[in-house]
């Protein structure tokens, strides 16, 4: 079985852009905690981008939200240095506005992982509620 396992993953590294395969195997090598969360408008959400370095190298991972532009918030972009077959985290706070419409909404997160533009990788889901 571990002779199956360590051909797969030579097979996989052949296949994959990255360093170790595992990146490309596990689809959730990077997410967003939580991934859906009720956010009340005049108040702040926290949104964290859980990020696994399956690599045996530092790598840098860059990421920021991308917000509905008519909430006209601007959050700027962060970075962390991962370790070596570690996790990173990286942690946004921002306000809901007031005045929104309610309901769902997707929040898209770009990417940067070790130099590679992935563009808008991941995603969140906010519940928006009026505040009582």
Request: glycine share 6%.
């Amino acid at each position: 079985m571990r002779a199956n396992l360590a051909e797969r993953e030579v097979i996989y590294g052949e296949l994959m852009p990255w360093d170790s395969p595992n990146c490309g195997m596990d689809e959730y090598w990077a997410h967003c905690y939580p991934y859906e969360q009720d956010a009340v408008t005049g108040e702040n959400v926290t949104l964290h981008v859980d990020i696994r370095n399956h690599s045996s190298v530092e790598r840098e991972a860059v990421c920021c939200p991308v917000l509905p532009k008519s909430w006209d918030v601007n959050i700027e972009a962060k970075s962390a240095m991962i370790k070596p077959k570690n996790d990173g985290r990286i942690s946004f706070t921002f306000t809901v506005p007031n005045g929104i419409e309610t309901g769902k909404v997707i929040v898209p997160i770009e990417l940067t992982y070790d130099n590679r533009d992935l563009g808008q990788f991941r995603e969140a889901m906010l519940n928006i509620k009026v505040k009582e």
